[in-house]
């Protein structure tokens, strides 16, 4: 085929005879010819760098066409013809799938129906689609629609973030450990987000909504500054105004506590969740579980929850128990809860008649149920790339069926399942089973 896409691009890139887009290139590129090779090229690719490829396909093609093709999706648009391709992958949706197919179909590009490009005409793209799909599958989800873009050669932002404190008010009166919860605002973007104490740094936040826990025992009692500090993404930075608060530490009154679970005269094995109850006439700073009067475990945030697991004890009565402390160092003990420890250590049976069958980007497994003495509470799933592995164990299930999604196109997989009993014994392995993705 002839080469016309080259001398076009160069005519309009920068430098060019008649220069049509900025030197960063192409944002959303319009693939034509339904992913031909006739469409795109890799100097077309290279020169326009663009971060979205636009592909209108569907059912209907004359049979050999096999459209979109995998030199121009695999090779050009998702770059992976490195020796020739410089510019970085971009992200590559198409109406739908192309019908009929053959061995030269690509299935790498997200069938999404109708697309929508809209901009703020300054900074920002954002293509969301909406999934009318009539050949293949709805993958909006999968490609992470509607997602937004920085334009190319967008003009700096010089506009700071916006910041305000939200909790406490101020002239509030507070004491032990309290949050400090604060809204921010960017035109772009807000990055982080910083508490000051007096003026000194106390803590971080990147992510909404902000807050912070402030353990007021730090700080003389009396008056305080609490302002905080938004930055984007720029370097550009807007305070919020102080709001003063008064801390006042003098407290004698101690917490009190309670085991809310297992109730007393219960019969556990295997790993179990103890939970508990705390309050405090100022606030709660921690809680300890106490097993047979040694420490197990602490918990500083409610809902006061620790995993034991009593494997670790041996068969027979035990005695729980909970500390709670303030932040003026009162504590509170809890009622004693008495449960009687007994143990399985039968494993299941190992799982059977595994088998795999494959589909596009996903290989589905199912296989026969294990037995227990006690009762099977799921099955571990394993994967490996090669049939004598390492094996790494992928995901859980608690059915005898497991769908493994989000796989690239042809690729072959080596699965095996284990069956799992409340108390942590663990089957052999069943048989191993392998697919080919589509």
Wanted: glycine content about 10%; aromatic content about 6%; some cysteine.
């Amino acid at each position: 085929q002839v080469d016309v896409e080259t001398s076009v691009v160069q005519a309009i890139s920068p430098g060019g005879a008649f220069p049509l887009i900025s030197s960063g290139g192409i944002d959303v590129l319009n693939v034509n010819h339904h992913g031909s090779e006739s469409s795109t090229n890799m100097n077309w690719m290279n020169y326009s760098r663009p971060a979205v490829a636009l592909i209108g396909t569907g059912a209907g093609q004359t049979s050999g066409w096999d459209l979109p093709r995998i030199d121009v999706v695999e090779h050009v648009l998702l770059a992976q013809a490195t020796a020739c391709i410089t510019a970085p992958p971009a992200l590559v949706l198409q109406t739908e799938e192309g019908s009929p197919t053959g061995s030269l179909t690509s299935f790498a590009g997200y069938s999404v129906g109708n697309v929508k490009v809209t901009t703020d005409g300054q900074l920002t793209f954002t293509v969301s689609a909406d999934g009318h799909v009539s050949q293949g599958p709805n993958e909006v989800a999968a490609a992470g629609l509607p997602r937004t873009f920085a334009l190319d050669d967008a003009p700096p932002d010089a506009q700071p973030p916006t910041t305000s404190i939200t909790s406490p008010a101020g002239g509030a009166i507070v004491s032990g450990t309290i949050t400090v919860t604060a809204d921010a605002a960017d035109n772009v973007g807000v990055a982080r987000v910083e508490l000051r104490l007096d003026g000194a740094l106390l803590a971080t936040d990147a992510t909404a909504p902000y807050a912070w826990s402030w353990n007021t025992t730090g700080a003389a009692s009396g008056a305080h500054s609490l302002t905080t500090v938004a930055y984007d993404a720029a370097g550009n930075q807007g305070s919020s105004f102080a709001v003063m608060v008064t801390v006042d530490n003098v407290d004698l009154t101690p917490p009190t506590t309670s085991i809310t679970s297992p109730p007393g005269g219960a019969t556990v094995a295997g790993t179990i969740t103890v939970t508990a109850d705390a309050a405090d006439n100022v606030g709660v700073a921690r809680v300890e579980l106490w097993l047979d009067g040694a420490l197990l475990a602490t918990d500083t945030i409610a809902p006061y929850a620790w995993t034991w697991d009593t494997t670790g004890a041996a068969n027979g009565a035990h005695s729980l128990a909970t500390v709670a402390y303030d932040a003026a160092g009162n504590q509170g003990t809890s009622p004693a809860v008495t449960v009687t420890v007994n143990n399985d250590v039968t494993p299941p049976t190992a799982p059977a008649n595994l088998q795999a069958s494959p589909a596009k980007r996903r290989i589905n497994l199912s296989w026969t149920a294990a037995t227990d003495n006690v009762g099977v509470t799921g099955y571990r799933i394993w994967r490996s790339s090669t049939a004598g592995g390492p094996f790494t164990q992928i995901a859980t299930s608690a059915t005898t069926a497991y769908t493994n999604t989000g796989l690239p196109p042809r690729s072959t997989w080596y699965y095996f399942v284990t069956a799992a009993d409340a108390a942590g014994n663990v089957s052999a392995s069943s048989n191993t089973a392998s697919a080919t993705t589509r």
